[in-house]
């Protein structure tokens, strides 16, 4: 009786060592979250011959992903991102009598849903957690115009109408991947295109 438990017993271990060793970073279940800020990307930066007088602020941004299922040897997962970015156009000219001061400022609020591969069978560290993905998102544009006008030492305001729409859909593909300091605190960098070129911080994993 005692052989054939112990018989019974190995073979249980046997069936089931795969599975712990193919154990990944990022599994069916797991939550993760991301917070950072990003850098680079003209897409959303409004510049024009005037470049100098354009200040881009980094986008702070964060997203949650959950995993959800299983393709192939990687792990499916999907999420909501949110992230933020301004530009400021500071600039004065003296034209004749006059002197304009324009003063306006672009933002820049994305939301949006991503979809996420996650491949770690072939590295087999629990730590690194690698993946690519899609993000397809919503823009909405905010304007600010603080323009005046200076005439003999009487200033009037000079904002001019928004007439452009600066909300749109957009998307982004991305490449990333976190390592975990920690069981559950680490850090995150991705690579797209989209918002900002780059993004890193911390990540959070439950």
Known sequence: MKK???VSGLLTFLATAPLVSSAQSFDKGTT????GVGLGGSRYSYLSAYNSDYSVSPTFNASVEHGVGYLGDGVVGIGAFFGQKSV???????IGSSTYHYDRKWTNTVVGMRGSFHYNEWHGNDKLDLYA????????GGYK??????VNGVTTDYSETFRNNYSF?????????????TENIGAFLELGWGVSVINLGATLKF
């Open 88 to 94: 400021h156009y500071d600039r004065t000219t003296l």
């Open 4 to 6: 054939h438990i112990l």
């Open 169 to 181: 859909v957009t998307y982004t593909t991305y490449v990333g991947g976190r390592y975990l300091f």
């Open 32 to 35: 993760a979250i991301n917070i």
């Open 133 to 140: 993905g899609l993000m397809l998102g919503y823009n909405i």
């Open 145 to 150: 115009d603080k323009s005046t006008r200076t």
